[in-house]
């Protein structure tokens, strides 16, 4: 079966229960992303590279992805370091916050823990290799240029590369600093899932055409541009285009993994050998069910429960 690896930072996440307790879970956009492509299609080989610690809570991370069937084994562990912590806050009208301590984590030093087991030669083949904009923002413009060397070397050897850019403002010096990275990320990369409003905000665009002409010329192959309401276009080789119409969930209660989750399920989907249309139909019912339900993953059982009947999720 086709093999997935998926580069970015998991950390722990702290939800407030109460005045003083906190529930404790693991969450991040990459990681959110392996577990829906893994939900979807239990038989894809999925592995994560990133680094953690060697204290308890990185243990337990560790133990969360086994269970998800995730392969950790390319994870790098680094004495003294531990993983980014956030924690959720909601005020009186129930609009959320997020406070966030990762500075040198663990996965900000993954590029130089990589180099001390043999870099790039320490990693098998895959035939899908994911990456995301947080994956980047994370390090140093030093080791941002040592991951995209390393997903371009991946790519040379047959991996086809996937990137979303999730562009969130505060992990980038300024835009001129995130616009560069990010179309240097474009450039490596066979299959793109940016959102419309991101690059809006960064390059002044304000219809997917004009995102899917600006990512064909850095040599993009496939491009998923979500619209918001305006639905889902995308758009592969030879001018062929999908277009999937925005349907409201219809109890979103938390928003929180809904790019994630259907970027995981439309990569599982493409990775089988599904349509583009299948795959996006695929994608935005996970999404969809996903922001019912509050945080980034959803229960296992739930999911299965809301799968099973659809009798899509193998293949």
Known sequence: MSSLLVIGECMMELKAQ??????????????????YAKRWQPKLNVSYLTAVGTDGISQEMLKQ?????????????????????????????????????????AATQLMQALKSVG?????????????????????SDSDKKSLLALVQSLRSKGAKVAFDPNYRASMWQNQEHAKYWLE??????DLALPGLDEH???FNQTTPQEVREQLQALGVRESVVKCGEQG????????????????????QLDSTAAGDSFAGTYLAS?????????????????????????????????YQQFVKPLGIAQV
């Open 119 to 139: 870099g790039e030669d320490a990693i098998p083949y895959f035939d899908y290799v994911y990456f995301s904009g947080i994956s980047l923002a994370i390090l």
């Open 270 to 302: 493409r990775m089988v050998g599904q349509s583009r249309a299948k795959s996006l139909s695929n994608a935005a019912k996970v999404a969809g069910f996903v922001v019912q339900h509050k945080g980034a993953i959803v229960d296992k059982l739930r």
């Open 18 to 35: 109460s005045d003083t307790g906190y529930a404790k879970a693991f969450s991040g956009d990459s990681y959110n992303c392996a577990v």
């Open 65 to 105: 992805w086994s269970s998800e069937g995730i392969d950790h084994s390319l994870v790098m562990k680094i004495e003294q370091a531990q993983p980014g912590i956030y924690i959720i806050s909601t005020d009186d009208a129930g609009e959320r916050s997020f406070s966030y301590w990762r500075k040198n984590s």
């Open 200 to 202: 809006n905000l960064l």
């Open 232 to 251: 889902v276009c995308c758009y592969g080789g030879n001018d062929s285009f999908n277009h999937l119409p925005f349907t409201p969930a219809e109890n």
């Open 184 to 189: 240097s990320a474009y450039q490596c990369c």
